[in-house]
């Protein structure tokens, strides 16, 4: 299982995603500016893991004796805008600093360390826990699709939806999985096909407009999918593209399942449709890891989520439990 990301005496390094999977190249970030900038420009990235990130970056700012805990916790907090973990990761951080008032700096520092650490550590057997809830779900013998990329790198190790997946596997059951490939950044060609190949689970990588195709011919048993946000109804942000795999999933009559910890549930927002979703540069769409793939000037929108609806979700999966409709009433249970 690869290290995400992890806290050492040279700082907070993290595997840089953006070069995989054809390098495994490492990123030292010695400042929170520089876990800002990691988190920002995707180096690391996937809800869970940005959250973890977030912890340590504030920790790792608070090293210095002369920043300001607020200036930390809002440059950090400027740099996604969909997903919830990174701003619960802060929240966390605020609390564990104002249980600590009063007391010398020094102090302060090594028990906001202590507290990141404790979240990434945390963070590994949510995952596992979610894939124990999980695997009972996934049909024996069968295929399961996911998108975009919910794996350890998305994490701080083991995964939600590809956890799920592990612990199937895990349990003897035997399958076998399709990714998506997750246009327009590839998470899924590049990161998920990856991880299931170090682990040995037969992978097979599809485009994203091909998913409908093999949920026909009856090749899908069920779906697994991450999510960045959860509102109180069950409407669950997550990677482009994958509402309409929900969709597609329904008509189809597939099981449609998410597989994410508690900390992704915004039980702040009534529904979907308060979720702010991130746009994200024109040239991931135009050009492919640099090559132009369009013609110069032409309009592009590059939304980088969408919002499935609750009625397309067989069950939320976390880590202390499987939620179902109606949403609202499990959701707050759990």
Not at 173 to 198: C, H, M, N, S, Y
Request: charged residues 20%.
């Amino acid at each position: 299982m690869v290290e995400t990301i992890e806290w050492t005496s040279a700082g907070v390094i993290m595997i840089d995603q953006t070069k995989l999977p054809r390098q495994t190249e490492f990123v030292t970030c010695r400042t929170y500016e520089e876990v800002a900038e990691a988190i920002r420009s995707m180096i690391i990235r996937g809800a869970p893991a940005i959250g973890v990130a977030a912890a340590m970056g504030v920790a790792l700012g608070m090293q210095q004796a002369d920043v300001e805990f607020e200036k930390i916790c809002t440059v950090l907090a400027a740099t996604r805008p969909t997903a919830v973990n990174l701003f619960w990761g802060i929240e966390r951080m605020k609390r564990k600093y104002a249980a600590l008032a009063g007391q010398p700096h020094a102090a302060v520092a090594a028990a906001l360390k202590a507290e990141a650490m404790l979240v990434r550590e945390e963070d590994i057997e949510i995952c596992r826990a979610i894939g124990r809830h999980g695997a009972a779900l996934v049909p024996d013998g069968r295929t399961v699709l996911t998108h975009c990329n919910a794996g350890a790198l998305a994490t701080a190790g083991y995964g939600t939806a590809l956890g799920v997946i592990r612990a199937a596997v895990e349990s003897g059951k035997r399958i076998d999985v399709f990714a998506d490939e997750t246009r327009p950044f590839l998470q899924g060609a590049r990161l998920t096909a990856w991880e299931l190949q170090q682990d040995g689970i037969a992978t097979t990588l599809i485009t994203d407009n091909m998913a409908g195709h093999f949920m026909k011919a009856g090749r899908i048993g069920c779906v697994v999918v991450g999510a960045d946000r959860i509102a109180a109804n069950g409407d669950v942000a997550n990677k482009i593209g994958t509402y309409s795999v929900a969709v597609l999933a329904k008509e189809n009559g597939i099981p449609f399942y998410v597989a994410a910890p508690i900390s992704t549930l915004d039980l702040t927002l009534a529904t979907g449709d308060q979720i702010p979703i991130e746009e994200r540069s024109a040239r991931e769409v135009t050009e492919v890891f640099g090559v132009p793939v369009a013609p110069d000037g032409v309009a592009v929108q590059n939304p980088a989520f969408d919002v499935t609806p609750n009625r397309y979700v067989t069950g939320i999966i976390t880590e202390r439990g499987v939620a179902r409709a109606p949403y609202t009433d499990s959701l707050r249970v759990l």
